[in-house]
Nanobody
Framework: QVQLAESGGGLVQAGGSLRLSCAAS????????MGWFRQGPGKEREFVAA????????NYADSVKGRFTVSRDNAKNAVYLQMNSLKPEDTAVYSC?????????????????????WGQGTQVTVSS
């Protein structure tokens, strides 16, 4: 079992930055790929970024490439999402998720239906 808790959300002006954190409980954190997903107002949940268990592979949605960076610290059981150049359309509830994954390929980690564990989410609001 893995329990996840996000933090770091808030209100920021367009062009600003935020860093989200996701703290994980449980053992063998390095055996889990971690994903970030978001759900904006009136929208379906969508993929943002993912990182493999070792951190050797990452994957990003086209809408955030070059602006967002996912990273992890397995010694701290934590994964991060650095968000720069934020836009109003980035406004959403951001959630982290975990799934067992032993490959360093992150290509298939964009499918939210394959994740077993989810956090409660943290609100990010970007004002124009």
């Amino acid at each position: 079992q893995v329990q996840l808790a996000e933090s770091g959300g808030g209100l920021v002006q367009a062009g600003g930055s935020l860093r989200l954190s996701c703290a994980a409980s449980g053992r063998a954190f390095g055996n889990y790929a971690m994903g970030w997903f978001r759900q904006g107002p009136g929208k379906e949940r969508e993929f943002v970024a993912a990182i493999t268990g070792s951190g050797g592979g990452t994957n990003y949605a086209d809408s955030v490439k070059g602006r967002f960076t996912v990273s992890r610290d397995n010694a701290k059981n934590a994964v991060y999402l650095q968000m720069n150049s934020l836009k109003p359309e980035d406004t959403a509830v951001y959630s982290c998720a975990a799934r067992v994954w032993f490959s360093d390929s992150a290509t298939v980690l964009s499918n939210l239906h394959t994740y077993n564990y989810w956090g409660q989410g943290t609100q990010v609001t970007v004002s124009s």
